[in-house]
């Protein structure tokens, strides 16, 4: 199956450029185009919120950081979108700017988007960003990744918190740990656990990333960057 996207921009100019980029890709179906919302997609005629529950990555373009930031909680917090994440199946909002300061993209990550890159990247740029996203990654483009990884007060866990939006807080511990190699017994020491409930959190887990076992969900957890990282922060 493809990629289904969604696309949010006030500029009817640049969707039908994003547009015109995917049917070239062959693999992106677009579901459906509009300006930036000013209330949840459900709300209006258009019949957006059948789309927004079918589609892997939305994007959300425009110039105003704070009306962009908006725009991601706003979509993040409907009804569709709350019952996706339940399951681990959410779409991830792409948030397409022209503003690369590091306060900008770090509002952005705080409001739920899993990639940042500036409208003037190029068609090839932007299509690999979408498929990175639809495949369960985060991306953020040149000139955008340095000051969000180098931003004041970001948390060490940060990018857990980007590729895996839909874990509690508990199973993102968990999944870290299971990434530096930690067996159940010790993991549950280390977060003074009952072994069961250690078990129970990692079910979870599984669920949620979409994998069979323990090594494919470590796979997962070392594609995103977490565990390697953190060896020499093991105690």
Same mark, same amino acid.
């Given at each position: 199956?493809?990629?289904?996207?969604?696309?949010?921009?006030?500029?009817?100019?640049?969707?039908?450029?994003?547009? %015109?980029?995917?049917?070239?890709? =062959?693999? #992106?179906?677009?579901?459906? !185009?509009? =300006?930036l919302?000013?209330?949840?997609?459900?709300?209006?005629?258009?019949?957006?919120?059948?789309?927004?529950a079918?589609?892997?990555v939305?994007?959300? @373009? @425009?110039? @105003?950081?704070?009306?962009?930031?908006?725009?991601? *909680?706003?979509?993040?917090?409907?009804? !569709?979108?709350?019952g *996706?994440?339940?399951?681990g199946?959410? %779409?991830r909002?792409?948030?397409a700017a022209?503003?690369?300061s590091t306060?900008?993209?770090l509002?952005?990550? *705080?409001s739920? %988007?899993? =990639?940042?890159v500036?409208?003037?990247?190029?068609?090839?740029?932007?299509?690999?960003?979408?498929?990175l996203?639809? !495949?369960?990654?985060?991306?953020?483009?040149?000139?955008v990744? !340095?000051g969000?990884w180098?931003? #004041? =007060?970001? &948390?060490?866990?940060?990018?857990?918190?980007?590729?895996?939006?839909?874990?509690?807080?508990?199973?993102?511990? #968990?999944?870290?740990?299971?990434?530096?190699?930690?067996?159940?017994?010790? #993991?549950?020491?280390r &977060?003074?656990?009952?072994?069961?409930?250690?078990?129970?959190?990692?079910?979870? &887990?599984f669920?949620?990333?979409?994998?069979?076992?323990?090594?494919?969900?470590i796979?997962?957890?070392?594609?995103?960057?977490?565990?390697a990282e953190?060896?020499?922060?093991?105690v």
């Amino acid at each position: 199956m493809g990629v289904r996207l969604i696309i949010f921009d006030d500029d009817p100019v640049y969707r039908m450029g994003v547009r %015109a980029a995917a049917e070239t890709d =062959g693999t #992106i179906t677009v579901l459906a !185009e509009a =300006g930036l919302p000013d209330r949840l997609p459900g709300a209006a005629p258009d019949g957006l919120s059948q789309f927004l529950a079918r589609a892997d990555v939305v994007l959300v @373009g @425009g110039t @105003g950081p704070a009306r962009l930031a908006r725009t991601v *909680r706003m979509l993040r917090s409907s009804p !569709e979108w709350s019952g *996706r994440l339940r399951t681990g199946g959410a %779409a991830r909002v792409l948030v397409a700017a022209t503003d690369s300061s590091t306060p900008a993209v770090l509002s952005m990550v *705080r409001s739920g %988007a899993m =990639g940042y890159v500036m409208k003037s990247v190029s068609a090839r740029t932007l299509l690999r960003t979408v498929h990175l996203l639809a !495949e369960g990654g985060a991306a953020f483009g040149a000139g955008v990744a !340095e000051g969000l990884w180098g931003g #004041i =007060g970001m &948390l060490p866990q940060l990018p857990s918190r980007l590729a895996f939006p839909t874990l509690t807080d508990r199973e993102r511990e #968990i999944l870290e740990l299971l990434a530096l190699g930690w067996e159940n017994k010790r #993991i549950a020491r280390r &977060l003074v656990l009952a072994e069961k409930t250690v078990r129970n959190h990692i079910t979870g &887990l599984f669920r949620k990333l979409g994998v069979p076992d323990r090594n494919a969900a470590i796979v997962r957890a070392r594609a995103a960057g977490i565990g390697a990282e953190q060896k020499a922060a093991e105690v």
